[in-house]
């Protein structure tokens, strides 16, 4: 039977394709230091299954297409708390912040229309993108200038007359670039001169570090009815299997297209809905300690890759991951390697090749990305293993 040409175009996630490899490995007795995807260690809130456990119901019935409501309005509060000026009929409540982008770009684009995304970018954007035939167009960013935008001529020198919109995560994945509040208003204005929708991805809003913040695109009130605001419980409140995300607008065509592709996919699932609302009505301070662990996490992680000949690796400034640059000719024959042919103590690391999160042929082949998602330990433990893996690896560049 044909597979049709769309599906076949979709690639393998560089953040899960070398889990076969991990398998083996670990079977073999091998401790695998999984630093190749953005699952965090830190407990999720127990007022998520408190909240659960406590729900009783006689059928678990269908919920809402756009959602349970008193998860809409406790993320209007919380949107509002932070000073976005959204309310509960602006909110409609997704299968994950991934759902929500699939949606957002359906919106936005026709086949065969643009989306212009810096990258490297979260690599799942080209799954998202290939089978509603979007195009992605990359606005390239370098580890040099701590990956900065450029100027706004070079990025409306990327616009055509099939551009619909920017997309973008802010904190970012995979860089951890938090853009700066010029940078963002430098998109808005473009995207208002040009008629463009942006589709603002910041589900790592909380994670900044160095006393920095994330400039939101739902504070720019002159421009909220392009803005399609992207959120999610998984990175936020560390519950990526609870599978809630939401779409925020001020849209209101926007918000009825939304509706109708919530309508043919029914609902989001009514328990998570539940636990994930508890999430949503914590005290804003639960943050505070999860920030500070993050960067310590980030330091300790730095400064061992710093640390490691002929590594090269900018601080990044907000999410949980960092870009490294290795001495290697290619990063993914790295990664499979550490998984098939190297362990130190009964120990490797997985990490995820970076080339598929930039949409340029040929960028990113000897960079890696690097999830700081272990706790202090076990991320020693791991760049100690690294750094002795890079020392003896046959095909390292010198
Ligand atoms: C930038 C970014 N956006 C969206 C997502 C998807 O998150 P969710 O688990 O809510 O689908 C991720 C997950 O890693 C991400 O890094």
């Given at each position: 039977m044909k597979i049709s040409v769309r599906s076949q175009s979709?690639?393998?996630s560089p953040i899960r394709k070398l889990v076969p490899f991990a398998n083996e490995a670990k079977k073999r007795g091998t401790k695998v230091y999984h630093l190749n995807i953005g699952q965090p260690d830190i407990e999720t809130p127990r007022v998520f299954m408190d909240a659960v456990k406590e729900a009783d119901f006689d059928v678990l019935a269908y919920a809402d297409s756009n959602g349970w409501e008193p998860l809409r309005e406790s993320i209007a509060r919380y949107y509002q708390r932070i000073g976005l000026p959204y309310e509960t009929g602006d909110v409609i409540i997704t299968n994950g912040g991934s759902e929500a982008l699939q949606w957002a770009l359906i919106i936005a684009c026709d086949?065969?229309?643009?989306?212009?995304?810096?990258?490297?970018?979260?690599?799942?954007?080209?799954?998202?993108?290939?089978p509603y035939l979007a195009e992605i167009k990359p606005i390239t960013t370098y580890p040099e200038n701590g990956f900065a935008l450029p100027g706004r001529e070079v990025i409306e020198s990327l616009i055509t007359d099939k551009t619909r919109a920017f997309m973008l995560s802010n904190p970012g994945n995979p860089a951890g670039v938090v853009y700066s509040a010029q940078e963002v208003r430098m998109l808005a204005d473009i995207a208002r001169d040009r008629n463009l929708y942006i589709i603002a991805d910041e589900v790592y809003r909380e994670f900044c570090y160095d006393g920095k913040t994330a400039t939101s695109f739902g504070s720019m009130t002159d421009i909220l009815d392009r803005v399609i605001m992207i959120d999610s419980v998984s990175k936020r409140f560390s519950a990526c299997g609870a599978r809630i995300g939401s779409l925020t607008s001020k849209n209101r065509d926007v918000m009825t297209a939304a509706l109708k592709l919530g309508q043919a996919r029914l609902c989001a699932p009514t328990l998570e809905m539940i636990g994930s609302k508890a999430?949503?009505?914590?005290d804003p301070d639960y943050f505070a300690p999860i920030r500070a662990n993050y960067e310590e996490r980030r330091n300790i992680l730095i400064e061992a890759l710093q640390d490691m000949d002929g590594v090269l690796c900018e601080k990044p400034g907000g999410a949980f991951y960092a870009i490294a640059k290795l001495p290697v000719d290619n990063a993914e024959d790295f990664a499979i390697w550490l998984l098939t042919d190297f362990e130190l103590d009964g120990g490797t690391v997985m990490l995820a090749p970076v080339e598929n999160f930039y949409q340029t042929p040929g960028m990113g082949v000897d960079e890696v990305r690097v999830a700081y998602v272990l706790n202090k330990e076990d991320l020693q433990e791991a760049m100690r293993i690294l750094k002795a893996a890079l020392a003896v690896y046959p095909g390292r560049k010198v």
């Open positions: 979709m690639q393998a086949p065969g229309e643009e989306v212009l995304v810096p990258e490297p970018f979260y690599t799942n954007y080209r799954g998202f993108a290939a999430l949503y009505d914590l």
